[in-house]
């Protein structure tokens, strides 16, 4: 007697196994030219430059190898390290706190629905998209100690205004205030978080007689924190690679007031030809960041709140 038996037809799974292995490259295919740009333009010269700040590398000539030296001159025999760091932290005390308070109150004011919020909107981010050369050339017309637009507006109150750029008390003060004409991407930045809030939650305190101050430090402020410490980062990174405005209008003087720690390791770079040492001033500067970065994030956790959360603060 025959017995039947039927046997199910097995299905090779190479074919299956080679569709899955082709999806998986193809993402990476469409991101292939952002990652040989990363590789080519971003880390390769980084990795280059960390490896000729051991070197005595002039653009021209022999390159040698002399270890550490770059670092010791820069710390003990380089007076203009430490007048540029200064300068530099004298710059972010005053630019970060002002930046930060001028974007944010910019996007409470465009937040609120009036009529032509969008002009404004426009308005208040162009500055952040012209060119740092030619809003340099505008500042230095406006900045003029003799023609210039805003000694004329003073004139007009009996204000003999000081020639800003010249004038060693007034030049870094002039650099603050130019640089925080294009806080524009940071305005957007802090509306979209401001859009972002639950607007039940200002529902909610005016039925229980909350005012507008009130509600600002306990909802607006707590909720709007996560995006004030992306901001703060990238505030603290933009203040110590000012370069532009204090290159085109005062080349870091008066009497090296505006001398600024970018210009610093540029001039050393472009101007004396030393690669090498300019490198190590570029990893100074770069260690100096992290170091803030990682700060801010540190006591993050004692001021940023998000969204559901609950946070118990120890007193």
């Known amino acids: 007697m025959k017995t039947n038996v039927s046997v ?12 899955r292995q082709r999806g998986n490259v193809v993402p990476y295919l469409f991101i292939s ?3 040989i740009g990363f590789l080519l333009f971003t880390l390769g010269p980084l990795i280059f430059s960390l490896i000729i700040s051991f070197f005595d590398w002039p653009i021209v000539g022999p390159k040698k190898f002399i270890g550490f030296d770059n670092y010791k001159t820069m710390f003990t025999d380089d007076p203009l390290f430490w007048h540029s760091l200064w300068v530099t932290v004298k710059f972010a005390i005053l630019f970060v ?13 465009l937040n609120h629905k009036v009529k032509g919020s969008s002009l404004f909107r426009t308005f208040f981010y162009v500055p ?28 007009l109150f009996g204000i003999t205004g000081p020639d800003w750029l010249n004038d060693t008390s007034w030049a870094l003060g002039a650099m603050v205030i130019a640089s925080l ?58 203040a110590f690679q000012q370069l532009t405005l204090a290159l085109v209008l005062t080349g870091g003087g008066p009497l090296q007031s505006t ?15 030393k690669m090498g040492y300019s490198s190590a001033n570029s990893w100074f500067m770069f260690l ?28």
């Open 8 to 19: 199910a037809p097995v299905h090779s799974s190479i074919p299956l196994k080679k569709k």
């Open 33 to 35: 030219p952002w990652i």
């Open 97 to 109: 706190p002002l930046n930060i308070i001028l974007a944010l109150v910019l996007a409470i004011l």
């Open 128 to 155: 952040s998209v012209i060119s740092g050369v030619a809003l340099a050339m505008i500042w230095g017309w406006v900045y003029n100690g003799e023609y210039g637009i805003l000694n004329y507006i003073l004139s």
């Open 181 to 238: 004409w294009g806080q524009g991407t940071m305005m957007l930045i802090f509306l979209a978080g401001l859009k972002n809030i639950p607007k039940d939650l200002y529902e909610a305190a005016e039925i229980d007689g909350a005012g507008k101050i009130y509600m600002f430090f306990k909802i607006t402020l707590p909720l709007l924190t996560p995006t004030l410490l992306f901001n703060i980062i990238t505030t603290i990174i933009s």
């Open 259 to 273: 001398y600024f720690y970018a210009m610093y390791a540029y001039e050393n770079a472009f101007k004396y030809f």
């Open 288 to 315: 100096i960041v992290l170091l803030l970065t990682l700060l801010v994030f540190k006591t993050s956790g004692a001021w940023v709140y998000y969204e559901n959360e609950v946070k118990n603060k120890k007193k």
